[in-house]
Structure formats: structure tokens, C-alpha cells
């Protein structure tokens, strides 16, 4: 798992598990501790939206990283907060991240580092990520850099790269572009194509 050697630099962590197993990010709830000599915590099937019991959760079972998407991290700051809970790290996805939601963490936990992830399911899991600390300008965070063994590009119309700070479609490539979906070939021909920047045989994903 890409993540551990990059963010978490190898260490053993306590990771909670609480996103469904239908969705792809919770394979790094549970195999990114399980590679590092970390440990996966599980949460009761009834804890979903109860703010109250999640903080428990995390502060009882001496949870070192957490996964949330920002409307739920904001959820959280506001209805219990963070502080005391001894958490080292945010894994934030699924929408745009904005700074005060990470102004609000750092206030509340010093020293908290917050990792804004991007990746659409067609590239399981993430394909970007940028550690908050180094966004200081305005607006949502940008969704940061290619992971390892992933490209991204932004193209026009005509598929070539467009200039920096100029609009277009981004196409990720790499290891975690799926094969397609399943039964739809008219789909996943439109969708996954062949990558005109990478080795023969390998196919990039039109986010659209």
C-alpha cells in the first residue's frame, strides 16, 4: 500500500474501520495498517452519524488516523470536536476540502496532519493526495499530485495537454485504472482508452 511508505512512513498505527466495504477506501482502513504492523479497529454496524459515539470510538480506542469525507469532518468539529482525542492523522475525501475545516483541526488537535485524497472508483482507490499543510491560499484545496505508479493529465478536446492554469478533462493512468464495468463495453470503451503518453498497452481514465 502506497500510502504507508509515503504518509505514514512505516509506522504502526491504530487505524478505525468504519466505511462499508463496498466502498473502495476502506480497503486502506484495513490494509493499510495490516502492512505496517498496525492494528484496524472496528466499529459496531450501528455507528454511522451518531457524533457522540464516534468520538468515543476514536478517543477509547486510541485511534492514531481516521478517514471522513468533509461534510462529516465538519460535522464532527462542530457537534463534539476533536481536541483530547489524540488523533494524528485525517484522511479526507469524496468532496472538495476547504481551509477552515483544516484551520478548525489544527486548532483543536496541534499537530494533526490532514492528507486531502482524490480518486474516482475507476482508479481505485486514490490517485492524488496533498498534505494540507502545504495549501496557503485561498478556496478548496487543489487535489495535489499523482500517487506513485499514477499519472494524470489534463487535456483538451483533442486529447492534448493542456497549458498550466488552463481548463480541461483530466485522464488518470497507472496501476489502479479498472479493467471497465461490467456488461457495459460501449461504456468502458468510452471512458477507458488507450494512453497515448504511457508504454503500449496501457489505457488512461476520462473523469469527464
Known amino acids: 500500500v502506497w500510502v504507508v511508505s509515503d504518509v505514514w512512513r512505516g509506522k504502526p498505527l491504530r487505524f478505525l474501520h468504519r466505511m462499508s466495504l463496498s466502498f473502495d477506501a476502506s480497503n486502506l482502513e484495513i490494509y493499510g495498517p495490516l502492512t505496517s504492523g498496525g492494528t484496524v479497529v472496528l466499529t459496531p454496524s450501528r455507528t454511522g452519524i451518531d457524533m457522540d459515539e464516534l468520538r468515543e470510538l476514536v478517543t ?4 492514531d488516523v481516521l478517514g471522513v469525507t468533509p461534510p462529516v469532518l465538519r460535522e464532527i468539529l462542530a457537534v463534539r470536536g476533536l481536541a483530547g482525542t489524540g488523533l494524528r492523522w485525517l484522511m479526507c475525501g469524496g468532496e472538495a476540502l476547504e481551509p477552515d475545516l483544516v484551520a478548525e483541526c489544527a486548532a483543536q488537535v496541534p499537530g494533526i496532519e490532514v492528507i486531502n485524497f482524490y480518486g474516482p472508483t475507476e482508479t481505485c482507490v486514490n490517485s492524488t493526495y496533498l498534505p494540507a499543510r502545504l495549501h496557503q491560499g485561498p478556496g478548496p484545496l487543489p487535489i495535489g ?3 506513485r505508479d499514477t499519472s494524470v493529465y ?5 486529447l492534448r495537454p493542456v497549458p498550466d492554469g488552463e481548463a480541461g478533462e483530466l485522464l488518470i493512468g497507472g496501476a489502479g485504472v479498472t479493467r471497465g464495468y461490467h456488461g457495459l463495453p460501449g461504456l468502458t470503451a ?3 482508452i488507450p ?3 504511457g508504454p503500449p498497452g496501457a489505457r488512461l481514465y476520462r473523469t469527464g
Do not use: A, K, Q, Y
Open 60 to 63: 477509547g480506542g486510541r485511534i
Open 195 to 197: 494512453d497515448p503518453f
Open 145 to 147: 499530485s499523482p500517487i
Open 154 to 158: 489534463v487535456v483538451d478536446e483533442t
Open 190 to 192: 468510452e471512458r477507458f
